[in-house]
T-cell receptor, first 118, second 111 residues
Framework: KAGVTQTPRYLIKTRGQQVTLSCSPISGHRSVSWYQQTPGQGLQFLFE???????NKGNFPGRFSGRQFSNSRSEMNVSTLELGDSALYLCASSLATLAASSGANVLTFGAGSRLTVL | AQTVTQSQPEMSVQEAETVTLSCTYDTSENNYYLFWYKQPPSRQMILVIRQEAYKQQNATENRFSVNFQKAAKSFSLKISDSQLGDTAMYFCAFREDQFYFGTGTSLTVIP
């Protein structure tokens, strides 16, 4: 079956612009979580959506937002881009919500969207 | 706050040799899951192995095994018979209400 699909794969923006990234999870997966990956910082949790509801949010400013649609596809938006937002943004899907005590919470990652802010 | 620490930013190993990547974590919970993920150069992150905290037996997946020391909050990954395809960034991760990742260890397998 198809994996996690992220679009676009690469994009270049300038400071002050906004960007929207898309993630289509594995069929049947209802949880989508987003991560920011930068060198030396590893992966930082942005937020998780499950059944169209935001279940948890990481320590990022309000410029970072997201949503999930009824088909479980998710988008994240970053407004008023800053140079420090340059990163690889990873989306991951999971069968169950991350907070559930279940081995079904294994993450399957997409290839990522590499954002460069100039 | 939960944290995951990988103290080895870079490691290298000769092909066919064994290497161990270290990971420590901090939590006050008793039941949780631990994972090792692998991110090859320019490729997707994939799951290598996972461990349930209530299971005392260390998880094993072919050439990959873990040494889980719950009291010490240590979760190291051992790769046996290293292959060139094992060259990747390895992330240790811990899950409670969300996933917490370490900063990664870049492993290079030398021919």
């Amino acid at each position: 079956k198809a994996g996690v699909t992220q679009t676009p794969r690469y994009l270049i923006k300038t400071r002050g612009q906004q960007v929207t990234l898309s993630c289509s999870p594995i069929s049947g997966h209802r949880s989508v979580s987003w991560y920011q990956q930068t060198p030396g910082q590893g992966l930082q949790f942005l937020f998780e959506y499950f059944s169209e509801t935001q279940r948890n949010k990481g320590n990022f400013p309000g410029r970072f937002s997201g949503r999930q649609f009824s088909n479980s596809r998710s988008e994240m938006n970053v407004s008023t881009l800053e140079l420090g937002d340059s990163a690889l943004y990873l989306c991951a899907s999971s069968l169950a919500t991350l907070a559930a005590s279940s081995g079904a919470n294994v993450l399957t990652f997409g290839a990522g969207s590499r954002l460069t802010v100039l | 706050a939960q944290t995951v620490t990988q103290s080895q930013p870079e490691m290298s190993v000769q092909e066919a040799e064994t290497v161990t990547l270290s990971c420590t974590y901090d939590t006050s919970e008793n039941n949780y899951y631990l994972f090792w993920y692998k991110q090859p150069p320019s490729r997707q992150m994939i799951l290598v192995i996972r461990q349930e905290a209530y299971k005392q037996q260390n998880a094993t997946e072919n050439r990959f095994s873990v040494n889980f020391q719950k009291a010490a909050k240590s979760f190291s990954l051992k790769i046996s018979d290293s292959q060139l395809g094992d060259t990747a960034m390895y992330f240790c991760a811990f899950r409670e209400d969300q996933f917490y990742f370490g900063t990664g260890t870049s492993l290079t397998v030398i021919p």
